[in-house]
């Protein structure tokens, strides 16, 4: 009986740990698993990988809302101001990974977008840090509504 007992936990343990492993490994490309990130670190990320196009103080770029003669959109602002916070954390995540025009390609849409790859550059967690960072800054009603998306997201995909 005290063998099974053992067996039983050793089971048990290396499923949690691979559940654990599930949700913070590379291979995951879910935007959404419960950890915590370091604010701090996703906003150095950020002025090194985005603030050059999204703006220093996430301010995006002069007439964002309006194709170039290149048909291709300005950054965004990532504040209040700009639509950042109408996605998913899945759909944010994607289109930081693989860039903007592979991120819709991936759903069967064409589209010119400016928006690079970093999935080259930063790792999964990182993009997660950068993106904690971005959500940390508006107000608690956009929170609020941004995380009402996830939880829509994560009710369609049961």
């Known amino acids: 009986m005290k063998k099974r007992w053992i067996w039983v936990c050793l089971v048990v343990l290396v499923m949690g740990a691979v559940f654990v492993w599930s949700l913070t490994s590379e291979g995951n490309k879910s935007a959404s698993a419960p950890i ?41 602002p990532h504040d209040e101001t700009g639509h950042t916070w109408h996605h998913s954390d899945t759909v944010l995540f994607d289109y930081t990974k693989w860039g903007g025009a592979e991120a819709l390609a991936r759903q069967g849409v064409d589209f010119q977008s400016g ?44």
């Not at 915590?36 to 196009?53: H, I, K, N, V, W």
């Not at 103080?57 to 003669?69: M, T």
Request: hydrophobic residues 35%.
């Open 36 to 76: 915590s990130f370091d604010l701090t670190e996703g906003a150095t990320l950020y002025q090194d990988y985005c603030a050059a196009c999204h703006g220093a103080d996430l301010e995006g770029q002069p007439g964002w809302q309006s194709a170039g003669p290149d048909n291709v959109f300005p950054a965004p």
């Open 115 to 158: 928006m690079p790859a970093f999935d080259a550059d930063l790792t999964d967690d990182q993009i997660r840090a950068i993106l904690a960072f971005i959500k940390s800054t508006w107000p608690q009603d956009l929170q609020d509504a941004q995380a009402q998306r996830n939880a829509e997201e994560t009710e369609e995909t049961r």
